[in-house]
């Protein structure tokens, strides 16, 4: 009975080594570099991506969260390179994920980080001008100018055109410019 009980114990840890060597290995880490071509931008423009990781293993996938993939490539240093880009309308996080698998062991590494893209606040209208005022040919009294909206970053930029009249004798007159739907004035001189 002894040696019985000697056996079926024997047995036990042979089974339980085995069941441990068989368990998945716990994921490894792997360093991710992520870098953008800007950390700040103007509405909508694009700003490219680029994550680098260290391969490790045979096998891998990748993803983007937040931004658009182009491409991954194993560079001849043994980097995976993947690009991405966004186009940034709002401040965004731009997250990567990578995770490589390594033999019939399946020994994983697994990488991530992460970025923000800061997107800057336009600057807001603080007024109009009206420059190049010409009289109309065909029309006496009436002109046409072209309308500038001023920013509150101190630039400004060509908005549009307007026409108004003017009564004989007068050498100025205030005209009103609507910009998105917010009314602004200025006083023309002729």
Do not use: H
């Not at 071509?37 to 937040?66: C, F, N, R």
């Not at 182009?70 to 940034?88: F, K, M, P, Q, R």
């Not at 970053?153 to 609507?178: H, I, N, P, W």
């Amino acid at each position: 009975m002894k040696k019985l009980l000697i056996v079926i114990l024997t047995l036990l840890m042979l089974v339980g080594i085995s069941a441990n060597s068989i368990a998945v290995p716990s994921p490894k880490e792997a360093s991710v570099s992520l870098t953008s071509s800007a950390a700040t931008v103007k509405p909508g423009e694009i700003v490219t991506l680029t994550a680098v990781t260290l391969k490790q293993g045979s096998a891998y996938t990748d993803e983007w969260i937040g931004a658009t993939k182009i491409e991954t490539v194993l560079n001849e240093d043994g980097y995976y390179v993947s690009t991405a880009e966004v186009t940034a309308q709002a401040t965004v996080t731009v997250q990567y994920k990578i995770t490589m698998t390594a033999g019939k062991g399946g020994v994983t590494f697994t990488g991530e980080a992460e970025t923000a893209v800061s997107v800057e606040k336009p600057a807001d209208v603080v007024g109009v001008e009206v420059k190049n005022i010409n009289p109309n040919l065909q029309f006496a009294g009436l002109y046409r100018g072209e309308v500038y909206v001023i920013l509150s970053d101190g630039t400004s930029r060509e908005y549009g055109a307007v026409s108004f009249g003017v009564s004989e004798g007068e050498t100025s007159k205030l005209v009103y410019v609507s910009v998105a739907g917010q009314k602004y004035s200025c006083t023309v001189n002729i």
